[in-house]
Every structure is written in C-alpha cells, then in structure tokens.
Nanobody, 127 residues
C-alpha cells in the first residue's frame, strides 16, 4: 500500500500563492501518471491538473490553466510532485488530493483508474 502524503496547504488571501507537494516513502512517480484533484465543500471531487514525469507531459483543466503549474523534482527518480498555485481565487478553496495510476511510459498524463490516493491537504482562499 502506497501512502501518498500531500502538504503545503493553508490559508491565503485572494491573489496569493501556495505550493503543494505530494510524496511517499521510496516511491518513484516516474512509473505513474499523477493527478491533482480537489473537492470543495458540497461539491464533487474534480480533476485539476496531471503530470507524467517519465514523459514530461502535463494537463490542466480550464479553471486553473495559466495559474497552476504541476511539476516534479529534478532527481534521478521523481520522488515529489508539486502543484504551484498562483493568483488564487476564493473558488479554489478545497481539499486538494494527489492520486496516481501505474502507467509507465504512457503519454496521457492523467490517471484513469486511480491506484492510490493521498489523504488531502486543505487550501482556503479568503476574499
């Protein structure tokens, strides 16, 4: 069982920035498609961005395109995936989760069937 752990959430004013991290002990993201998802109060969980560290591809939902950037560390193996969030809006308030699907070498960076979820980190954006 892989224990993905998100960190970096918190309270920020509108227009501010946060960087979320996703990692697990001895876990190599290069073998997986990694997705960032979020769930706002009273809403369903939605996909935000995806990253394939092995292929170097990314994907962003329209709601975050141009404001969020997903990336990995630059180590020999990718051990941490980041979500840089800039120009945050109150509508970005949610619990953010990372999730992975084993898909080594696949071009599409988004998990289709998630193998492992993290427990989430709360992001609150005040107006």
């Amino acid at each position: 069982e892989v224990q993905l752990v998100e960190s970096g959430g918190g309270l920020v004013q509108a227009g501010g920035s946060l960087r979320l991290s996703c990692a697990a002990p001895e876990f190599n993201f290069d073998d997986y498609a990694t997705g960032w998802f979020r769930q706002a109060p009273g809403k369903e969980r939605e996909r935000v961005a995806c990253f394939s560290s092995a292929v170097g591809t990314t994907y962003y939902e329209d709601s975050v395109k141009g404001r969020f950037t997903v990336s990995g560390d630059n180590g020999r193996n990718t051990e941490t995936v980041y979500l840089q969030m800039n120009n945050l809006e109150p509508e970005d308030t949610a619990v953010y989760y990372c999730a992975v699907e084993f898909s080594y070498g696949a071009n599409w960076p988004c998990p289709s069937t998630v193998d492992f979820w993290g427990k989430g980190t709360l992001v609150t954006v005040s107006s």
